[in-house]
Structure formats: structure tokens, C-alpha cells
């Protein structure tokens, strides 16, 4: 029977060993953690409206039924594409016929490894309650705090770049601080708090429409997120950030940083590099064909935010002949992972595999209340009718009916009251 | 204003503050944790059921309404008993009329303190979220191991001590094994789990009446779970426990242990005996007066699981004259709270507080799917009903309304399906 094996379980990964059932391959799925976790709402766990068991579904649960699919905790380490095994630490190696590496991406500080100390990003469920902690510790702090110049800097929170992550997380971070905590202290007045959010480019939102980008810019305004376009942010530590504009060099006083810049892939990339030949990008991202195979190799398949997939024109409005990656993002890896599915039963039936070819439905990004952007290429609308349709998208995406229910009710209470009910503050407080 | 200031947001703390709403003091409540956990479900923390966030509240949410109540984040290190401050760590000093001790106990390993690193206990949301990983976890390991004596020692589960928290343990353990995870693996049967629940006492459940004992055993041997009494462990490591019975010594493979034998109180205890005179019994608690105070010091009230509070037949059952001190079970501290609330007021308004008098409403212990021992003292009754009652007992002493519906949604869906839907493993795998 052919073998598949599948490394990671996000939405590529899923997605591939799901479109598999039923069919004559034996599945083997590797990653590191036991459960899918639905990503987009990660940022709901930063900012204490969800449980991280809300959003995270065991990947063994999700599989049970598949009788074809077997789940393996582990981590791959090592690649031996001669004999076609997959290495894992701890050095047991898994037989494979066709390989789908779906491994994702990871924080990236570009030349600035260390920032991560000071500003964690949002990427695991760990990451999360780790920034949870951060963002109710300062509050915490600041209540208990008698200087005035300290107790303003445990009040200013600072995102650095402004993608969806970063403007979701600044304006929960503006709710949080305007509604939520607003009669919960007595020194502090937490709606004085100043959030910043740091952006490169000229605009929030750069990868949306303009009009968009500016509508996502008044609701943060609105809601009391400073937006600093235009912006290089050079030095990050304990106790603020520095960056230059074309004002000059400024330093921003803030205990509490988050990282919402960039993105590099799993470590597994360099592995395809050395024993597959594969090319890497910029970001490191395999360049694969149109296919989704390594070149050279039309057994290994990489997808979802670890592909570089060049296609031209994949969103409207982009002028023709654009050669840009396709996005980092949800939809992208799930049509990925059913395309890998279908493209390897091409095969053992015989057929070569069609191309594979992406199909923008839309853009998404959330502000806050009532706020959010819809880009739908030829419709694009935002405010109520967009944070409605943001929430019905990802209620339905969200793994197992379990979870849609509790996280509808999360937010239904959440709604009614301005209160967030997961703002448990665990773990080990880094710093005091 | 007279100045309360409460060490602790448990039961008994918690309780305390809100007795004191709109009574013309100001109360200070400090905790280490910004909420208020609810112990008594933290094993369905542990055994995947439920997310932390469900069983834990905000301090500030709950006292928020209450306008002379002020949280503080804050570890108490110190007291000055003589200018009535209490004293945090970094040195903040808390001023205080009356101050109600109310830190709660931790695990307590007698004579080998060591044994926390392989038996974990099960006090706070890190110590169930690590139970969780480390159950989790050997099943994971014990798929991937292909050497059958590792992979038994992997599916061997002991818990220590077969009090209400122990049996609360096995029981949900087995049925991990024997439901939840039935489906889910392809190389090991998750039914073949051995777990062994080890008492040193002739039976499990010591403190409640035989006959219920002997229901929680036969319920327990009916889930698989053996149950071993009359036993004494003498060495716990990473791979194994080691315990002496009439049989002589024995020696037991397993990958997990978890402790649920010992409890003793917060460091609070002893810089009450240095600061202020007390004395401590054997497991450290504060022997304290009729009024719950320290003697020679009125002013410093000391509750739940700390309180070491003698009460001749507090339990019916027990024979008169009886000298036990009440149980650390949180209706003992919810009391202890109300009571220390009245009894300052009762003073402010120049009365003498009456000694307490604690109301024994019974007692139930948990052990799986409509299987519970419930104690009223004349009514005793196991099974269904009793498991109805526990239910019906925990929603509704549940904080906040909006966890009461999410984990009445969660037991629903678990009742339904035998799924557990928080089966995540997160942090850090502390060995291989």
C-alpha cells in the first residue's frame, strides 16, 4: 500500500490527511503537539477571551474515525529522500512513498534573534498565555506601582507591525483596557493606558485595499490604538522600544512588547534544502513547482505557510504578472492540503497530477466590536457587516462542533458584558 | 475606616471579602493569582475534561461591584505583628486592623521532598496542566515504543493516596483509557492500562463510613482501577515506585506517578508562628481559638485549609469528645470566611463575636460516570444519584454563571460523546 506521510497536523497537514479518507494509501501524520490549533484565533487567547482548549482540537480525536491515518507524536529531525525515510528525534525513521511537509511557519526577528526575549510573538498556544500573562501582569504592576514615569510605562503596550495579528491584537488590547478592566482597579485607570502599533510600511493592513487599510486605521483611532506607519523600529529591550521615522530617532518607554513582524518556516525547510536540493527563499520558504513539489523530487510535497507558491494574479486587483508568494495564511494551506490529497490518487491512478491553483474567496481582518475589514476583490465592505461575517467564518471553521459551541458562548457573554472570562494570569512572571 | 486585609482568593478568602459588601470597612485582598481557582474540578483539569479558564475566575471580576474591596497582586512574605503590617515581597507593607489569614495548603511529601519532581501533586492550574501533559503524554510514548516492558511501564499510571482527590484521579484515568482514547491509537490498547491507587489506610476513602468505602472500591475495581490499601510507598522515581505491604516490598515500573497523599500550608504559617506567637500542628496548620483567631492576637483570624480549628462532633458519626480538627474541604472554608466577615463587624459594633460553629452538610466524593459516594451523615447513598447530587453540587458552587453554562456544556457533550475535549499537551515534555 502506498505510504503518505504527513509533517504537521495545522490546516495543510489536516487538510491532506482528512481528503485522504477512504482512500487506498496508508497515512502516517508526525507533529510535535497532539492537537490542531486554529491559528486565526490565537490572538483570542492573548487577550484572555478564549481558552487555549477552545481553540486546539487533539489531532487523534479529529482522526479517530480514519481508519487509513495514524497519528505520531513526534518531531521531525532529519530527511534520508534516498531511501525515502523520514528521520525523527530520537532517531526512529518512518518509511514513506510520497511526503507532504506542511511543518509551518515560526517567529522571525530578522537580524535580531534576541528581540524574542523582550517582544514573544503569537505562534503557539504557549506563546499565547505567555503574552496573556504579560499584557494583565502590567495592569497588575501598574495598580501596585507609586511612580508615576513607571507606572506610564507598565501602562504602554507596544505591537510592532501591523498585519492582521498585530492590528487584532492591538485592538483587543484597546478593549480590553477601555471596557473590560474598566472598574476592576482602584489606583489605575486602565482606559489611560497607550497602545502603540509599529508599522514599516505606509499603511496598517498593507497586503488590503488602500480604502480598507484607511477604514482599519479610523476604528483603531477610534478605539484609542495609536497607528505609527512609516515607522523602523532598531533596538527592542526590557524596557521599551526604539525607532526611527522620518521624524528622527524616538524611544518609546514600554514594559510590555509584542512581535507581530515576521515569519520564517520550521527548521525543516533547511533539511529539504540539504537533502533535497531544495531553494529557499528570503524567508526560507521552499520554492516549489507548480505541483507543490520539490524539484526533482515530485514525491516530497511542501504546503501551507512552508511553500513558496508563485502564482500569477492570484488576487484581483494586483497587476498582471505579479510573481508574489501566495500568502501566508488559512485558506491558502487548506486548498493546498486537499490539492496534495488529490494529486497523489492522480497518480496512483496513472494521471499526472493538474497544477495547482489557488482561489482567492476573500480577505479577512478583525479590529474589534463591531469592526472589521472584508476584501472580497470585488467587494469590499467593513463595520458591522464585515465583523458579522468574521465571526460566522470562523465559528464554522473551527475544528469539532464541541468548540464552536463553547467559543459561541465565549463570546456571546463576551458581547453582552465587555467581560473576557480566560484572563488567568500563569506560569512564571519573566520579570517584575 | 477600620482596614481588613485578607491574605489568599480561595474559598475562605473570597467568602470573607464578599461578607464584607457595603460594611463600613475597607477590605484588601491579596493573592499571588489574579483568581480565584475552584479546586475541587482541578482534576478534570488534569484528566483533560475541562480548560483551565473554565474553573478559574478573576479576583477583580468577582469583587469588581464592590466598590470597598481592593485586589492586589501581591505574594505576602512578612508580617509585623506589632505595627499590624503586612509585609509583601519587594517590600510593599500593607497596613491592617484586621487581617485574615487565608493562604491555603500545597503538597506536602513528608520526609522526601525530592518525590515532587516524579509525583507531581495536584494544587494549582500549572500542577494539572502538567498532570494533563504527563498522562497524555505515555500513551503518546507508549504508541511510538516498540519494546514491550517500556511500553507496559508507560501504560502503568500509580496514583499516591486514595482520599477524594485520589479516587477522583483513578477513576477519571480509567475511563481515559477505557473510553476516550479507545479509538484513537493503532499500536497499543489503551484499555490494557494498569492504574494502581495506593493507601496506606485499610481502605479507600478513609474519612468517609465503611459501607461508602467499600461502593467507591467496588466502583473502582469495576473501571479497571486497582485499588491498594494497607500499603506504604517508600521510594518514587522517574521510573517507578517501590512500596512495602504485609506481602513485604514490592517494586512497581511505571513512567507515571502522581501524588495525592499529603498537603501541608503556605510558608504564611510559619511567619505566623515567628511573628505572632502561633503554634502549628504536625502538618503546619495554625492551632487557632473558638473565634478563629490566634491566641494572644485577635486581631489575626486565620481560615480554611491553614486553620488547624478543633470542634468536638463536628461530624455526626464520630464519636463525642472527638478532638479532630476539621478537614481542608472548602465548605469548612467558605464557613470559616462568613464567619470571620460577622465577627468583625460584631466588634465594630462592640459585641463579642460567638465562637464558630461549623454546619457539617455532608460529604461526596466523585469516582467516574454515575459513580459517586455522597454522606449525609443519617442519609448515605452511591451511584447515580450520588453522582447527580455532586453534579448539580459543583455547577452550582461554580464562580460566575458563564463557567457554570461552559462546563455544563462541556460534561454534556462528555456524557454524549465519552470525549474529553481539553486533551491538550503543552509546556515543556519534561523527559522522554
Known amino acids: 500500500m502506498h505510504r503518505v506521510v504527513i509533517v504537521g497536523g495545522g490546516f495543510g497537514g489536516l487538510y491532506a490527511a ?3 479518507r477512504g482512500a487506498p494509501v496508508e497515512v502516517t501524520l508526525v507533529d510535535r503537539r497532539n492537537f490542531h490549533l486554529f491559528q486565526p484565533l490565537l490572538y483570542q487567547v492573548a487577550t484572555g477571551s478564549l481558552s487555549p482548549g477552545e481553540i486546539a482540537a487533539p489531532l487523534r480525536s479529529l482522526l479517530a474515525s480514519q481508519k487509513n491515518v495514524r497519528v505520531l507524536l513526534g518531531e521531525a529531525a532529519d530527511l534520508d529522500s534516498q531511501g525515502r525515510l523520514l528521520i525523527l528525534a530520537g532517531d526512529a525513521a518512518v518509511p514513506y512513498d510520497t511526503l507532504i511537509v506542511a511543518a509551518g511557519a515560526r517567529n522571525h526577528y530578522f537580524a535580531h534573534p534576541d528581540w524574542c526575549v523582550d517582544a514573544p510573538g503569537l505562534k503557539s498556544i504557549e506563546d499565547a ?49 477601555n471596557d473590560t478592566l474598566r472598574n476592576d482597579f482602584r489606583s489605575i485607570h486602565p482606559e489611560e493606558s497607550r497602545i502603540l502599533l509599529l508599522e514599516g510600511s505606509p499603511r496598517v493592513l498593507p497586503t488590503f485595499p488602500e480604502a480598507l487599510s484607511a477604514a482599519a486605521e479610523r476604528s483603531l483611532v477610534q478605539l484609542g490604538v495609536g497607528p505609527r506607519t512609516g515607522v523602523r523600529v532598531t ?62 523530487h515530485p514525491e516530497i510535497l511542501v504546503i501551507g505557510d512552508m511553500a513558496h507558491c508563485e502564482q500569477a494574479r492570484f488576487e484581483q486587483g494586483q497587476s498582471s504578472g505579479d510573481r508574489t508568494p501566495l500568502p501566508g495564511v488559512a485558506p491558502v ?29 476573500g480577505n ?32 464554522l471553521y473551527l475544528a469539532q462542533f464541541r468548540n464552536r459551541v463553547l467559543v459561541f458562548i465565549r463570546w456571546g457573554f463576551q458581547y453582552l458584558t465587555f467581560d473576557r472570562g480566560a484572563r488567568l494570569i500563569t506560569g512564571v512572571t519573566p520579570r517584575e
Chains 1, 2 share one sequence.
Open 18 to 20: 482528512k481528503a485522504l
Open 129 to 177: 498565555t505567555a503574552i496573556r500573562h504579560k499584557i494583565l501582569y502590567a495592569f497588575e504592576a501598574a495598580e501596585r506601582e507609586p511612580d508615576p514615569a513607571r507606572r506610564r510605562a507598565w501602562l504602554t503596550f507596544v505591537i510592532v507591525g501591523a498585519g492582521p495579528t498585530g492590528v487584532e491584537l492591538a485592538g483587543a488590547l484597546a478593549e480590553i483596557a
Open 235 to 296: 533596538a527592542i529591550d526590557a524596557d521599551g522600544v526604539t525607532l526611527e521615522s522620518a521624524q528622527g530617532t524616538e524611544r518609546i518607554e514600554a514594559n510590555t512588547t509584542i512581535w507581530a513582524a515576521g515569519v520564517t518556516t520550521s527548521e525543516l525547510a533547511q533539511v529539504l534544502e540539504q537533502r533535497a536540493g531544495a531553494t529557499l527563499d528570503r524567508q526560507r520558504r521552499v520554492i516549489v513547482g507548480a505541483d507543490l513539489s520539490v524539484p526533482g
Open 333 to 361: 494551506a487548506m486548498q493546498q492540503g486537499r490539492y496534495a490529497a488529490r494529486s497523489i490518487l492522480a497518480r496512483l491512478r496513472g494521471a499526472t497530477p493538474r497544477r495547482f491553483r489557488y482561489r482567492d474567496k
Open 364 to 395: 479577512l481582518a478583525v479590529i474589534g466590536r463591531a469592526a472589521a475589514v472584508v476584501d472580497f476583490g470585488k467587494f469590499r465592505f467593513h463595520g458591522l457587516p464585515a465583523w458579522l461575517l468574521w465571526l460566522f467564518v470562523h465559528l
